[in-house]
Nanobody
Framework: QVHLVESGGGLVQAGGSLRLSCAAS????????MGWYRQTPEKQRERVAF???????TYIDSVKGRFTVSRDNAKNTLYLQMNSLKPEDTATYYC???????WGQGTQVTVSS
């Protein structure tokens, strides 16, 4: 059974930091490129960070320099370090195992001004 479980979300003031984790089981984590996505009721889901199997990362422009995606294949875990958070980062954040097409259930991030 496949599980992608996000954690680490919460309420933080603008300028603060959070670290999201995505613990994977039931998939071959190391063969999957992984992504972090976010969605609000007003916007379509967008991919904010992407990491290849060998650790190469890309980001959307709005989070470059503030967010860092990483992975630990030994622990089957994906991370997203989010610094200098802004109110517009408020969203539900999801991880995705891209090659095998699985999604997590999401974790809420709320940034207050």
């Amino acid at each position: 059974q496949v599980h992608l479980v996000e954690s680490g979300g919460g309420l933080v003031q603008a300028g603060g930091s959070l670290r999201l984790s995505c613990a994977a089981s039931g998939i071959i984590f190391s063969i999957n490129a992984m992504g972090w996505y976010r969605q609000t009721p007003e916007k379509q889901r967008e991919r904010v960070a992407f990491i290849t199997t060998d650790g190469t990362a890309t980001y959307i422009d709005s989070v470059k320099g503030r967010f860092t995606v990483s992975r630990d294949n030994a622990k089957n875990t994906l991370y997203l370090q989010m610094n200098s958070l802004k109110p517009e980062d408020t969203a539900t954040y999801y991880c995705r195992a891209i090659n095998q097409g699985y999604w997590g259930q999401g974790t809420q991030v709320t940034v207050s001004s």
